[in-house]
């Protein structure tokens, strides 16, 4: 082996041997012990990132490099650029990153098809493998090893001289490897007074090798003089990601690193959906309530009339009933369709809800997530996670059958010791992730021929987990005869409930009250809607919500339960654990600070009334302000109080695609 590399490659094949004895030319130098001539030896620092220029007499070529080097982390990298005649198998811009944390390193240089793409070529670090910084396996060598200069190393020093204008220090020291018969001495210049982590600023290999490296002992020789040039010498930590290839290149079978995230089991987020190549931007709103069987989603369509008021879908897996609710238009009502993203069919005909980290593929059994370091995203620190797929597919080819793709999907999640505001219920270990990059290529696979390809960006904005208001998947819409729906309003015991249970506590009274009355009549959540509390309202804390009557569709949900009674034989059940004669049977749950709370409805207090106008502290939203407040809220950045779900749309123009499809 030649020193043809950068520097430390050239100073660290001398390591593989120790048994250095004195059969050297003296006409390049003789090893002796070294002689420091009373001058204190400089201390090569743990940490560095320099900039290597090296001239090769007699090459024809010459090459400029940038290193760094973290004993303390076990880490390495290099870049090399070559200049002159071209060198076969060393291509210019070569990346390589040294883990030694996880015995691996990795090769990644431009692909010469796609110069928009890069190659990553995966290795083992073992204890044979020969790298820039020395043998593989355990720890990354010490500086002293790299430079090959210390004490041990018998360094001579040589006196003082000028270089670039500055007073340099001369030490010197002289190499017979008996092995490869490598003979040269090592001349390193150091900036005169600096002895604590500093590094050489020059030095120069000057020697004899074997004419040809596979007969060493030939007598045969050849001379060789390399000169290379250390500048912006940095001493500091540098970032950790640095480290690593960059965020987006695959490199195939490198150590998978630190799982990806869960996420929550109940949220809801904003997504903006960035699509370049057809250059539209669209938003849309997701809510995903695991716990209750419930999605909604809420985004706007280019053929729809109103571009005000968007289109909202609400699935109930309790039933397996899909509702699509266009402003100012219609409801359709029907099965939940088996191609839903946020559905999983197993028979072609029946339908189950995904988990809430399979609506985001995370942990479907053929995605194979790899950790990919942190970076920074609009001024925060979030770490990213990249696999490849085969069986996702953009919107234009959906249903081709003529056509494979090939993804790249990488979704970022925002460090630990981040903390969104809004989110009082943040949870270690439960995250829900700013962002995902889904860039493809599709061929025809009948002639291999590439026939597209693209980019897809996902932003999501103001995350909330753990809790989801009953509101997000209000179905009143769909129910516009009179006889169809009733409002009904029942008082709460205790005149103080109100300020006990409800102030303050708002989200979960709504959702626990609501949650009850639905468990009491056995009726599907979804017909349990508009609900709303109002203090001192004749002179009791009273509920107000509408019940819907039993929708006329026949759902597809595996073990569906049935959406309960018609409307009146409800209101009947309802009348008889209220207005009993005996009193009032109904008892409602819900949280209040973080404990399961009861209370009962007061008896005889069930009627049918509409909520009043009069300006009175009140729980819940109408449809309407709800709204409002949602699309308010978002503009303003402040806190929603659900938690939704981000799913694949099936629908067109703000398909999300998230997950498989089926």
């Known amino acids: 082996m030649g020193c043809y590399q950068i520097f430390v490659g050239c100073l660290v094949l001398v390591i593989v041997s120790q048994d250095v004895k004195a059969q050297s030319d003296p006409d390049v130098c003789i090893p002796g012990p070294g002689d420091a001539k009373g001058h204190r030896l400089p201390e090569l620092p743990e940490r560095f990132k320099i900039q290597v220029y090296g001239e090769f007499e007699g090459r024809n070529y010459s090459v400029s490099t940038t290193e760094i080097y973290d004993d303390i982390e076990n880490l390495g990298y290099i870049v090399t650029y070559y200049q002159g005649k071209e060198r076969p198998g060393h291509i210019s811009g070569t990346r390589t990153y040294y883990d030694y944390k996880d015995s691996q390193y990795y090769h990644v240089y431009p692909n010469m098809t796609d110069l928009d793409s890069y190659v990553c070529v995966t290795k083992e670090l073992t204890n044979t493998t020969f790298t820039a910084f020395g043998r593989g396996g355990g720890h990354i060598p010490n500086a002293k090893d790299i430079f090959r200069f210390g004490d041990e190393y018998n360094e001579t020093y040589e006196g003082q001289m000028q270089y670039k204008g500055e007073t340099v220090d001369l030490w010197s020291t002289c190499v017979y490897d008996e092995r490869s018969t490598y003979n040269y001495k090592i001349d390193f210049y150091f900036v005169a007074g600096q002895h604590k982590a500093t590094l050489p600023v020059k030095i120069v290999i000057n020697g004899t090798a074997p004419l040809h490296w596979n007969n060493t002992h030939a007598p045969e020789r050849r001379r060789f003089y390399h000169t290379y040039y250390f500048s912006g010498i940095d001493t500091t930590p540098q970032p950790l990601e640095d480290f690593y290839p960059p965020i987006g290149v695959i490199c195939p079978g490198r150590v998978k690193g630190k799982g990806i995230p869960s996420t929550a089991t109940n949220f809801n987020l904003n997504v903006e959906i960035v699509r370049p190549k057809v250059k539209t931007i669209s938003y849309a709103k997701e809510f995903y309530y695991m716990d209750g069987k419930l999605t909604a989603f809420e985004f706007f369509s280019s053929d729809q009339k109103s571009q005000h008021h968007p289109i909202r879908v609400v699935h109930d897996y309790n039933t397996g009933i899909q509702y699509k609710i266009i402003p100012f238009g219609s409801c359709q009502v029907n099965p939940i369709p088996i191609g839903a993203a946020d559905a999983v069919s197993i028979d072609d005909e029946h339908v189950v809800m995904r988990t809430s980290a399979s609506f985001f593929a995370l942990h479907d059994s053929d995605v194979d997530w790899v950790y990919e370091g942190k970076t920074n995203y609009r001024d925060t ?31 970022f999640f925002l460090d630990k010791d981040w903390t969104i505001v809004s989110n009082s219920w943040h949870r270690d270990n439960t995250v829900l992730p700013m962002r995902l990059e889904i860039a493809w290529v599709a061929h025809n696979s009948q002639t291999g ?3 597209d390809r693209g980019k897809e960006i996902h932003n999501f904005f103001q995350p909330y987990e753990d809790s989801v208001w009953h509101k997000y998947f209000d179905v009143s819409d769909c129910y516009t005869h009179m006889n169809e729906s009733l409002h009904l309003a029942f008082n709460l015991e205790g005149k103080d409930t109100y300020k006990k ?3 303050n506590n708002t989200m979960f009274f709504a959702h626990g009250v609501a949650q009850s009355l639905a468990d009491s009549l056995d009726v599907s959540q979804t017909r349990i809607t508009d609900f709303e509390v109002v203090d001192g309202y004749k002179d009791l804390a009273t509920v107000f919500f509408t019940l819907l009557d039993k929708p006329q569709v026949q759902g597809d949900a595996i073990n569906a339960t049935d959406p309960g009674p018609p409307l009146q034989t409800a209101y009947a059940l309802l009348q008889k654990l209220i207005n009993s004669k005996d009193g009032s ?7 209040h600070h973080m404990e399961i709370k009861k209370v009962n409805a007061a008896s005889n207090t069930l009627r049918e009334e509409t909520k009043p106008l009069i300006q009175t502290k009140q729980v819940g939203l109408t449809t309407g302000v709800a709204s409002g407040i949602a699309i308010g809220t978002f ?26 499809q089926e």
């Open 381 to 411: 620190v979030i770490h990213a996670w990249q696999t490849t797929r085969t069986n996702w597919k953009p919107l234009q080819h959906k249903g081709d059958e003529n056509i494979q793709v090939n993804s790249t999907w990488m979704y």
């Open 449 to 451: 021929q590439m026939e």
């Open 501 to 503: 249970y409800v102030a």
């Open 585 to 591: 049977t109904l008892t409602l749950e819900f949280i």
């Open 635 to 660: 503009v303003l950045g402040a806190a929603i109080a659900a938690v939704g779900a981000c799913v694949v749309f099936k629908y067109k123009i703000t398909e999300v695609p998230y997950s498989v």
